[in-house]
């Protein structure tokens, strides 16, 4: 059995216990919120403009989509792991894996830049109509919104690193993984609505 499967294993969960802690649970529904008034506007906006949303759907690198999908969904499962090792006291493995996470985290606001760039040298910006509007400002608010998760990453590797986290009292990390998790269903919603469906 490899070192990677051995993380895999769950110990069993503690009765009534909520994941990492209530004031990230009060954070990550005041996310959900922000994001469903935002969700509520992109359907608004698409009743009234369907063939805007048709043409500029069209023009956005798919590929750019997908990648970044695959970023944020890899970096959730590194994440996870991370956790899973702490609560069975493997700070080295645990470690190792949000390192991991981090480092696949960081692919995203670089390939953000460099779909923006693409954007750009096709013609699309904020001003391309209602589409790109909407566009904009759905997926900048959600790289703000992962921006803060990597920036959590950071603070919680360095407590890891300085054996902030043990097997008894892991709860920081494990609502750092939470937010990332949220973060990363939104995208999940954003991909589609944007790249494929629209």
């Not at 069993?12 to 802690?21: D, L, S, T, V, Y």
């Not at 670089?110 to 759905?138: P, R």
């Amino acid at each position: 059995m490899t070192a990677a499967s051995l993380d895999l294993d769950t110990a069993p969960p503690r009765a009534g216990r909520i994941p990492g802690n209530k004031g990230m649970w009060v954070g990550i529904t005041c996310e959900f919120v922000e994001f469903a008034v935002l969700f509520a506007v992109y359907f608004i906006a698409r009743a009234h403009f369907p063939e805007a949303f048709q043409a500029g759907a069209q023009r956005l690198s798919v590929l750019a989509g997908t990648s970044i999908t695959l970023l944020m969904v890899t970096s959730s499962y590194l994440i996870a792991c991370s956790v899973n090792a702490i609560r069975h006291g493997r700070q080295r493995s645990a470690v190792n894996w949000l390192v991991a996470g981090l480092v696949v985290a960081l692919g995203y606001p670089i390939a953000k830049v460099l779909e923006i760039d693409w954007n750009l040298a096709h013609g699309i910006n904020g001003e391309s109509g209602i589409f790109f509007t909407v566009y904009y400002y759905l997926t900048f608010n959600h790289l703000v919104h992962a921006t803060w998760g990597i920036l959590g990453i950071l603070w919680v590797l360095a407590r890891l690193l300085c054996n902030g986290y043990s097997a008894d009292d892991y709860a920081g990390l494990e609502a750092l993984a939470s937010y990332w998790h949220a973060t990363d269903i939104i995208w999940l919603v954003i991909f589609p609505l944007f790249y494929v469906l629209a």
